[in-house]
Structures are given as structure tokens and as C-alpha cells.
């Protein structure tokens, strides 16, 4: 059997997408909840239900064949989905399938790991604002689905917290190096999820790897770090982006639930993880992994997630590394918020002087003098720095032109360095264009992109003696600001087009945050370098700055659903930079656009006064299913029982309260005409009255009635039409616009995205 592309959004180190694996037997089990529980024993206790039917299995295939390895349960989960998870042969899953209130079952897929001032950049200021005393007291919650914590760090020391929320049911759990006072009034959760793991590949070696909560991989102590670490002073990678390090929400509790091991996480795991979080009472999830698009019936972080929003739980995940490819979006279901990635003001130049007097800039992360006297530059012909392709003798005292392939930027650098040159200039190939996400490379190293390269490549390998020097310029900040990166995978939408993803852009390239002391910068064997903080870039690093936006926006107003956090994040965001020109993709002077970033960059401080809210029933997500087509058993995954579409009530994509618009067209059609309608509640000012203002997209009219929404009361709901008009298109072609709700300083903005296909 063939599954989709699963993605682990890891840091961007090398490739960004594998296959998935399929595991050894075992199977994701969806029971229907209120036959297994009415039938079989008491409620509430999942575990035992569970356990009797696989006793029960057992002694049924060991009459057919006492040569059957007996089953066995691995999870009972009760809240992410209602079912469990065990290890099964054929013939037993073929008895299990005749058990009342059987629903499905998806065999465990592995997942391949792959891999400071951003909050500045989102306007947070310490003690003002949304981060002003009143709120500061706050007893919010943020779950992290991850890789594991390193405990010690400052970034989760507790230093003038108040106590644990008595509503907190976690735990911390003890295993290899990590202990119950690991935990505290910040980290006030840790579990590990293994089982899964170690059906594929045995027991894990407690020598290698920590059997516990603490994290081998960097990953999740700079998620954790990202979405609520405390306040650490003087904080920098090697002096580079230094100041105070904070999360998002630093205030914010941390619980961690580490479901990735050293060769990858599975999906029964990361299950586990969602379910315990949701029972354990986190407000928000944070997720920066994902499956590629697939349906949402096969998409185990889409289920889960339905589960946990169901219990009022914000879930906040990455949308992906594989752009600038359309469709390439993960995490596409309308009840997760999708981040895209996108860079920050702050960059850290490396000047290139060619001997010719001109000048190209790239990136990096080394400083120092080392380079800047002129040497001379080597552009090899094998172009690529591959292992043993580099001659000494051409190389010794050289700055080594190598241009980025398949291969990790790290050995080509130390290629470089064993063949005795002096510094590597890297080259992005015309498909990394002018991206500028950066490395820690021990040996000097400045990144240049597509369009600069090909100029220092052609001076190379002209120019009759080629030298150049190059000046780390260390860290400068103002740079035109926000720009989309090229890795954050884009929409459309190809699960439904109907609604737009990703929903927002927040900042993921070069983000300082916490590292294990243990692991190096790099994770290269030659790299002895011990860091606090680390420089990484990814979807990974976008997702837990809105995970931490929504734990603010949860302890203003702890009465939102996630549905109306989502919209308060969405509708206040923007799509201008702050040189006041559209938000541009990192190698295109164009707007970026709805299938870049969504609604645009989140806006903490607006976000937290929206004005209006767009919110949505459970019940509509699931009549939104129906519109899909889903069968009643695919359906049941997400609701847990046997649900019954409404003969006329599903909703399309297009007709769910969503804060945004996807209108789609087929080419051809004269004077297609589509009708949505909107409903909105009041949160800003008692009497208040908004008047529209509509962006047209280019190729259609827009109507909207009324054109005035005049409300008297807080919470008050008031609902409005939009008809748009198409005028016939020959060819595929999208247009964009918006929707603005305006009452004084309240704008309340939706994108308009038109396509025709
Ligand atoms: C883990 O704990 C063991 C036993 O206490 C200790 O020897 C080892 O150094 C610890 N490892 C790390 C990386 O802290
Ligand atoms: C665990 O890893 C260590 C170090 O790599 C190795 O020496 C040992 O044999 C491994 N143990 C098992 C049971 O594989
Ligand atoms: C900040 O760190 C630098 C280098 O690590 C050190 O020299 C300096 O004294 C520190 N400053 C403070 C205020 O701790
Ligand atoms: C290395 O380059 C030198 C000088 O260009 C040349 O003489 C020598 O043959 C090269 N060595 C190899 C192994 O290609
Ligand atoms: C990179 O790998 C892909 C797939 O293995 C291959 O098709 C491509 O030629 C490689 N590119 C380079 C530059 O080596
Ligand atoms: C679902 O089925 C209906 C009726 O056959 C069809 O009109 C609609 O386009 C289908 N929707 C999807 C998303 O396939
Ligand atoms: C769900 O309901 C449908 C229609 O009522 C029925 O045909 C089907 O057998 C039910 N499925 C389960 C698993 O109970
Ligand atoms: C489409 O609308 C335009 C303007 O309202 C009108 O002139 C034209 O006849 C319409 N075409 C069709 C095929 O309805």
C-alpha cells in the first residue's frame, strides 16, 4: 500500500520531504464510542475496554493458530480520536473488524526527521500592550508536539511564577536523565511517546538516546523556547542577534510531549501525544510537523487536531517547507491555523569584494577578520564540492566557490577546508533562488543567492587572477520587512480550494532561540561547539510564534474558541511591508499574495481588539465533511461516532463562517456567479457600525448587502452576502482582493482570492 508524502517540518537542513514508511503491524484503531462503551463496560475507562477486546482477540486466534504472536495495545485514546492503537497480525485485525462499534483502522506510518528578535519584529514590547502587567499573570497553557525539551535551560527556568494552575492534569515523567524535578512552574509537563517507535525498531538504546523527554534533536527545545520561553538576558548565537531572548507568550506554561525519536516519530505516537495533551489540559497545541496534502480522512494530524479543537484547544501548525511550489501546502484543514514562513528585518551580511571593485552581498553567521584581506577565488569545475572532487594544490589559501546541490552545506564546507582553502562562498542553484536562510558552518562561509551567484561564478571563472575578500558585518537590522521565503510551501488549497491556506505568515528564517548544550550548533561530528541559542529557519520556527500569539489572545479573552482566535489573528493582519510596499516573495519585487501567506502577517497588538469575529460550530466542520463527500465511516473518524450528514445541510467549503474568501471559477464560464454569506460578532465597542470596503480583484464584481452593519450590544451577531461575479476567463488565471469591515480604528479584513481552472 502506498501512503502520501509525510513531512516532518524540521529544520530546513537538507531535503524537506520523504516517503513514509509503513510500520510492522501496527494499526491506528477508530472505534465508535457510543457502541463500544454502551456494549462492552463502564465508561471512562478506555484503557481497560480496550484491553478486554484484545484479550478477547487473543483468545480467539490462538484456538485458530497457537502459532499467533498475541496483540497488543499500545494506546487507548480518548480525546484526539476515540479508539486505540495495537499490534496486530492480519488475521487478528480480521477478527477485530467483526467487533461492534469497529469503525476503521490505518496501519502506523513512520515519520522521517528532517529536519530573537522576531518578537520585536511582531510588535511585542515588554510591559506594554498585550504584554502589559494585567495580562501578564497568566495561567495559559501551550502543549508542544515535538522532539523533547532540554530542561536546564534558562529559557525554562521559573523565576517568579506563580503556582501550577490546579486545573493541570499532566505529569512529568521520569526516564534516562530526566527526573520529576526536571519539571517546574514553567515546564509543568513532560511525557514521552515510544511505543510505536519500538514496534519498528526495537527497544531504544538508552546509550544513544534519551529514553525520556529530553531532547537529542535541538528541535523541540527551540520550538518550546520559541512559543513561551522566559525572559534570558544577553542572549546570542556567538554574538550574532544578540539581546534579551523571550517567547512569544513568556509568561506562558510550557508542557512537552516528545513523540520524535532519533530516526523518526510515529504516528501512533504523535497521537498519543495529542490525546494526553488534550486531557492534560493544554490551551494551545503546537505542531510544526505535518503530512503532506492528503485527504483529511488520512490525515492523522488533521484528525487529532479535530479532536483536541473539539475540546477548545488552539492548534497551531506548520504549513510546510516544500514551496515555492503551489499545492504543496500540509496541515490545510480549516480548524488548524497554517503558518507559512517568512523573514524578519534582521539579517547578518557578508560583504563580498570582488577584485573587479564590485560588491555582492550574502549571509552568514561567521564573524571575525579572517577574510578581509583579497585571496584568491576558485570556482572548481566540478562545481558542487563533492567529497574528493577538490584538488589541494588548486585549492590551498583559496575562497572556494561552491554551489549548493544535494548535498548538506556543512560537508561541502568541510570538503573545502580539508582540501585547505581558506573560505566557501555558497552559491544557491537556480531552484534555491535568493533564498537567505543561513547555517552555522564553523569554517567562514557566506551564502549568496541565485542572482549574485551567477555573477561571482562568471567573475571566478573569467576573471584572469579572481580574488575577494569578504566583511562579516555581524548583525543589522531594518531590511525590508516582511518577505515570504521561498521554502514556505504555498497554496492553493489542493485538499479543497475552497478555503485559502495557508492563514498567516509569522517570522521563520534565521530564529534565535534554545539549544540543548549538548548538541552541537551544526549537528556535525567535527563541531565541538557548545550554544545556548541557535539560528534555524523553517515552517518549524514560523508555527510557535502563533502558537504563543494565541496563548496571549487566550488569556485576554479566555471565553474564544479557537475558531475566533484564528479569526482574530486573520482579519487583523497585514499585507504591506514596512517600507509600505505589498509583502513580496524573497525573489520576486511582486506581491506575495493569499496563497503565500493567507490573510497576511499576524499583528498581535491589533489582534488582540479585532472588533468582529468570524467563529464556527463544531457541528459546521462536520457537515463541512459531508460536502466532501466523505463516507459515513471516514466521517466517523472525526466525529467518533456513526454521524449522519444532514440530507440538506452540508457545507461547502465557500459557506463556512470562514474569515476569508476562495472563490473559484471554471474557465469559460460567462458571468459565473457566486454567493457567500458571513456572519460576525461583535467584540469591539457596544454601538458601533462598519461600513464596507472592497478590494475588487481583477476579473469579477463584487456586491455586498448590506454595505453597513450596525450593532448596539457586545456579542451581537450580525451576518452579510457577498456575490461575486466572474467575467468569462480563457485560461487558468488568479486574482486577489479583500474585504474590509471599518469602524473607527477596527478594520476587519478578509482576502478575496479568485482563481479560474
Ligand atoms: C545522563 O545520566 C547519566 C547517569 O546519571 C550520566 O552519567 C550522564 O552523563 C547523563 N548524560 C547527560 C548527557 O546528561
Ligand atoms: C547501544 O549503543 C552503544 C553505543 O553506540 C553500543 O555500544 C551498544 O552495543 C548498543 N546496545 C544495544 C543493545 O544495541
Ligand atoms: C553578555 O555576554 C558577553 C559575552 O558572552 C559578556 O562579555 C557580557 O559581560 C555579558 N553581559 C551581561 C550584562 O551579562
Ligand atoms: C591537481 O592540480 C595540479 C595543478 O593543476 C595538477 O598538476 C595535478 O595533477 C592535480 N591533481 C589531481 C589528482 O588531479
Ligand atoms: C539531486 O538528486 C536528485 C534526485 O536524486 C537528482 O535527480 C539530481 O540530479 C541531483 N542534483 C544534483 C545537483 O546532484
Ligand atoms: C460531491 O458530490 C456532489 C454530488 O455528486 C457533487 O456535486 C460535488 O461536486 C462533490 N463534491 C466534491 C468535493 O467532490
Ligand atoms: C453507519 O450508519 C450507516 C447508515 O445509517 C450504516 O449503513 C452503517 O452500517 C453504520 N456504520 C457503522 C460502523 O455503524
Ligand atoms: C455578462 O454580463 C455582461 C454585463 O452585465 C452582459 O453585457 C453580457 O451579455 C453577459 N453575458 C452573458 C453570456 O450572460
Redesign the pocket.
Known amino acids: 500500500m502506498m501512503f502520501g508524502k509525510i513531512l516532518l517540518f524540521l529544520v530546513l537542513v537538507t531535503?524537506a520531504s520523504i516517503g513514509a514508511t509503513m510500520a510492522k503491524n501496527t494499526y491506528i484503531i477508530h472505534m465508535d464510542k457510543t457502541k463500544t462503551v454502551a456494549n462492552l463496560f463502564r465508561q471512562g475507562d478506555s484503557m481497560q475496554t480496550y484491553q478486554a477486546v484484545i484479550d478477547s482477540i487473543n483468545e480467539i486466534s490462538l484456538q485458530e493458530d497457537d502459532q499467533e504472536q498475541q496483540a497488543e495495545l499500545l494506546y487507548a485514546y480518548e480525546t484526539a480520536i476515540s479508539g486505540f492503537s495495537a499490534k496486530l497480525s492480519t488475521k487478528q485485525l480480521q477478527i477485530l473488524k467483526k467487533v461492534d462499534g469497529f469503525l476503521s483502522a490505518t496501519p502506523d506510518q513512520m515519520l522521517q526527521l528532517h529536519t530573537t528578535n522576531s518578537q520585536q519584529f511582531l510588535g511585542l514590547q515588554n510591559g506594554k500592550g498585550i504584554l502589559s502587567a494585567s495580562n501578564l499573570a497568566s495561567d495559559v497553557i501551550i502543549g508542544i508536539v515535538d522532539s523533547g525539551i532540554w530542561p536546564e535551560h534558562e529559557s525554562f527556568k521559573d523565576t517568579g511564577m506563580s503556582a501550577i494552575p490546579s486545573r493541570w492534569k499532566g505529569v512529568c515523567e521520569e526516564g534516562t536523565n530526566f527526573s520529576k524535578s526536571n519539571c517546574n512552574k514553567k515546564l509543568i509537563g513532560a511525557r514521552y511517546f515510544f511505543k510505536g517507535y519500538e514496534v519498528e525498531y526495537g527497544r531504544i538504546n538508552e546509550t544513544e538516546e534519551f529514553r525520556s523527554a529530553r531532547d537529542n534533536e535541538g528541535h523541540g527545545t527551540h520550538t518550546a523556547s520559541t512559543a513561551a520561553g522566559s525572559l534570558v538576558a544577553n542572549a546570542s548565537f556567538s554574538g550574532l542577534a544578540p539581546g534579551m531572548a523571550r517567547g512569544t507568550s513568556y509568561t506562558s506554561r510550557i508542557a512537552v510531549y516528545k513523540v520524535c525519536w532519533r530516526l523518526d516519530c510515529s504516528t501512533s505516537d504523535i497521537l498519543a501525544g495529542i490525546d494526553k495533551a488534550v486531557q492534560d489540559g493544554v490551551d494551545v497545541l503546537s505542531m510544526s510537523l505535518g503530512l503532506g496534502p492528503l485527504p483529511f480522512h488520512s490525515d492523522i494530524l488533521a484528525i487529532g487536531s479535530f479532536g483536541a479543537i473539539k475540546s477548545g484547544v488552539f492548534v497551531s501548525t506548520s504549513a510546510g517547507n516544500a514551496g515555492p511550489f503551489s499545492s504543496t501546502l500540509s496541515n490545510s484543514a480549516p480548524w488548524i491555523m497554517s503558518v507559512a514562513a517568512s523573514y524578519i528585518d534582521r539579517t547578518f551580511p557578508a560583504v563580498i569584494r570582488l577584485g573587479n571593485g564590485k560588491f555582492v552581498e550574502g549571509i552568514s553567521l561567521n564573524s571575525g577578520n579572517a577574510l578581509t584581506k583579497p585571496v584568491p577565488i576558485y570556482y572548481p569545475l566540478s562545481r558542487?564540492c563533492l567529497d574528493g572532487s577538490l584538488n589541494e594544490t588548486e585549492v590551498k589559501g583559496k575562497i572556494v566557490v561552491c554551489?549548493k546541490?544535494?548535498?548538506s552545506a556543512y560537508i561541502q564546507s568541510e570538503n573545502v577546508k580539508k582540501a585547505k582553502g581558506v573560505g566557501m562562498i555558497l552559491v544557491n542553484?537556480k531552484s534555491g533562488g535568493d533564498e537567505q536562510s543561513v547555517q552555522p558552518h564553523i569554517f567562514p562561509t557566506a551564502r549568496v543567492g541565485y542572482t549574485a551567484g551567477k555573477y561571482v561564478r562568471w567573475y571566478a571563472s573569467t576573471a584572469k587572477k579572481p580574488t575577494a575578500s569578504i566583511i562579516f558585518k555581524g548583525t543589522v537590522y531594518g531590511r525590508t520587512a516582511p518577505v515570504i521565503a521561498r521554502f514556505s510551501s504555498r497554496g492553493p488549497n489542493s485538499v479543497d480550494p475552497d478555503v485559502i491556506k495557508p492563514d498567516v505568515t509569522a517570522p521563520g528564517v534565521n530564529i534565535l532561540a534554545a539549544w540543548p548544550p549538548i548538541l552541537s550548533p551544526s549537528g556535525r561530528l567535527g563541531d565541538t561547539r557548545s550554544v545556548l541559542f541557535n539560528i534555524k529557519s523553517g515552517t518549524s520556527m514560523s508555527c510557535p510564534h502563533v502558537s504563543g500569539l494565541a496563548a496571549l489572545l487566550k488569556s485576554v479573552h479566555r471565553d474564544w474558541s479557537p475558531a475566533a482566535i484564528k479569526s482574530a489573528l486573520m482579519t487583523t493582519a497585514y499585507t504591506l511591508n514596512n517600507k509600505k510596499s505589498p509583502i513580496a516573495d524573497v525573489d520576486s519585487s511582486n506581491s506575495a499574495g493569499p496563497f503565500a501567506y493567507g490573510s497576511g502577517h499576524v499583528d498581535p497588538e491589533r489582534a488582540v481588539y479585532p472588533g468582529l469575529l468570524y467563529d464556527i460550530a463544531m457541528e459546521d466542520y462536520l457537515k463541512y465533511l459531508c460536502s466532501l463527500n466523505y463516507t459515513s465511516a471516514e466521517i466517523a473518524l472525526f466525529a467518533g461516532e456513526n454521524f449522519t450528514c444532514p440530507s440538506n445541510g452540508a457545507i461547502r467549503g465557500g459557506e463556512l463562517n470562514y474569515p476569508s474568501f476562495a472563490v473559484n471559477f471554471k474557465v469559460g464560464v460567462q458571468n459565473g456567479s457566486l454567493e457567500y454569506e458571513r456572519t460576525v460578532t461583535n467584540v469591539g465597542t457596544p454601538t458601533s457600525s462598519y461600513a464596507v470596503q472592497v478590494e475588487v480583484p481583477h476579473g469579477v464584481s463584487v456586491i455586498v448587502k448590506p454595505k453597513i452593519l450596525s450593532f448596539n450590544k457586545l456579542g451581537q451577531k450580525l451576518s452579510y452576502k457577498v456575490t461575486i461575479v466572474g467575467k468569462s476567463k480563457t485560461s487558468s488565471y488568479s486574482s486577489f482582493g479583500s474585504l474590509t469591515w471599518v469602524s473607527g480604528k477596527f478594520k476587519v479584513r478578509s482576502p478575496i482570492a479568485v482563481t479560474w481552472q
Do not use: A, K, W
Request: hydrophobic fraction near 30%; charge should be positive.
Open positions: 531535503t558542487f554551489r546541490g544535494n548535498l542553484p
